[in-house]
């Protein structure tokens, strides 16, 4: 008679896969909890320590770490040695196993989880059956999943489960059970606070396979990362339109970044992962409406984020043009309405909560990883230094903090002119700062004038300040920290610019 080990934290489709199994002929062994639900089930099982001879001991945790069980796994059929020690000792072999492991993701997240719940909740028999079960593939199936068990019952029923199947099944249990471990690492990483361990082990779970990469050649998949608690794509819900493309995931995170930077009502347009129109308001109506002012042409086919509900006036500029994905907190019933009449508009509910703790950003390079916290950094961890004889007025502090909350997030070299609450010109990802300002600059036109200018780095000669000053720019604010910050300050003072420093820069490459 064959045998199957069933152990599961989650019982989903237990009972019909261990009625299946034993309609099959098979000989069902089981602990605790699901030895319990399977009587309950009114079928047949054997306790563990019916096979081990052995009682389970401390509360459980010692139970099938026994040579009963891992030698009735780790014996290989066609080894005659193998079987003859089996024969001799009187240990049955085991062809099928079961396991789920005990919930240590589930209960690490939760609010007011406390260390000694988080250790009693890793699981040590569990993996150790099944790398035992995984490793022996070729004698013995082992499932992981309960998604797999109608599968595995309708193949061995249709004669057995062929040595393709048998492998992915394990395959299945190696990428689970190192997920398992990946989460305990991280979780005793973040408890001793070692933000850089000797080795960085993360891990993800898929959300989808996506339809091609950054270009049609390439393949791609999407993940997210487990218990993840802030805003994210991976955890938005889709309301309307096409499913998500690579690109499209990448620029509507640049956009739920930006966003995320304001508290007051705030739109945030956004054109292949750069800010190209941002806006603030009393009502996120008006802040739209900014957003779009400040770049009218590249807003066209782009991402728009905002951090208050969507009601009908705002959707209704938002169906004027087109769009590829509107991504807000909620929507009203008018506004979605609305929207869901365009059918290809990806419409998207996200949370618009930062993250409670500091996390890292991960940039893969050949061969390798480089791990940095994110860039977290705001107005309020600095004390500013006005270095020119002009202080600035309010609006321009106003517009001065927007600027520096919007060119953090622009590709270096990075320049935004903002005026009145709005951008009115972005320049990005320019090999010089001049560079990048004059872009910033004919991209705002006569709006230039009277605006800020924020760079998210200092400026190593004066030219940027007089580009600026030919522009209108009345306000910058830049990090400082240059040896020839002075002639920058000198040329401010000539012009009768203000010129704020932060000693704080933004780098985005």
Not at 78 to 98: C, F, Y
């Amino acid at each position: 008679m064959k045998r199957a080990l069933l152990s599961v934290s989650n019982k989903e489709g237990l009972s019909e896969f261990a009625k299946g199994l034993i309609d099959l002929g098979y000989e069902l062994i089981s602990t605790g909890g699901t030895k319990r639900a399977i009587e309950e089930a009114g079928l047949p099982v054997l306790s563990i320590s019916e096979i081990t001879e052995f009682p389970e001991i401390m509360d459980g945790r010692v139970k099938t770490l026994h040579p009963s069980v891992h030698g009735g796994l780790l014996a290989k059929r066609s080894n005659e040695e193998h079987m003859r020690q089996l024969d001799e000792l009187k240990i049955g072999t085991i062809d099928l196993v079961a396991v789920n492991l005990y919930p240590f993701k589930e209960t690490i997240a939760k609010p007011d989880v406390t260390e000694a719940d988080a250790i009693e909740n890793i699981d040590i028999g569990g993996p150790t059956m099944l790398r035992s079960a995984a490793k022996s593939f070729e004698d013995v199936a082992v499932v992981v999943d309960p998604e797999d068990y109608p599968e595995v019952v309708s193949s061995l029923k249709a004669g057995d489960l062929s040595f393709e199947s048998r492998k992915k099944l394990a395959a299945k249990v190696f990428r689970h059970t190192a997920n398992y471990d990946a989460m305990i690492a991280e979780y005793f990483a973040d408890v001793t606070e070692e933000a850089y361990p000797e080795t960085y082990t993360v891990t993800y779970e898929k959300v989808q396979s996506l339809r091609y990469g950054e270009n049609p050649h390439q393949t791609a998949a999407f993940y997210k990362k487990a218990n993840y608690n802030g805003a994210s794509l991976a955890n938005a819900e889709q309301l309307n339109g096409k499913e998500l493309s690579y690109n499209n995931i990448q620029d509507a995170n640049a956009a739920l970044d930006v966003v995320l930077e304001f508290s007051e009502p705030a739109a945030v347009a956004v054109k292949h992962m750069n800010p190209c129109g941002v806006g603030t308001g009393e009502t996120i109506s008006e802040a739209y409406g900014k957003a779009y002012a400040g770049d009218p042409v590249s807003i066209f086919g782009g991402i728009v984020a905002l951090n208050r509900e969507v009601d009908e006036q705002t959707a209704a500029k938002l169906k004027e043009i087109f769009l590829e994905i509107v991504i807000a907190p909620s929507y009203s019933k008018e506004a979605l309405d609305i929207l869901t009449k365009k059918k290809n508009l990806r419409v998207l509910k996200a949370d618009m909560k930062k993250p409670e703790s500091q996390t890292h950003k991960l940039t893969s390079v050949s061969g390798g990883m480089l791990v940095q916290d994110t860039d977290e950094g705001t107005l309020e961890d600095v004390e500013l230094e006005v270095a020119t004889e002009r202080q600035p007025t309010e609006q321009e502090l106003k517009d001065l903090e927007l600027g520096w909350k919007v060119v953090k997030h622009v590709k270096s070299n990075a320049i935004v002119a903002a005026k009145s609450d709005q951008t009115v010109g972005v320049g990005a990802g320019q090999m010089n700062r001049v560079g990048a300002a004059k872009i910033a600059f004919e991209q705002a036109g006569d709006q230039a004038n009277g605006a800020i200018m924020a760079s998210d780095a200092f400026f190593p000669m004066p030219d940027t300040v007089e580009a600026a000053a030919e522009a209108g720019i009345t306000a910058i604010i830049q990090p400082g920290g240059s040896k020839r910050d002075q002639d920058s300050i000198d040329a401010c003072n000539k012009h009768g610019i203000a010129m704020v420093f932060t000693k704080m820069r933004h780098f985005k490459h």
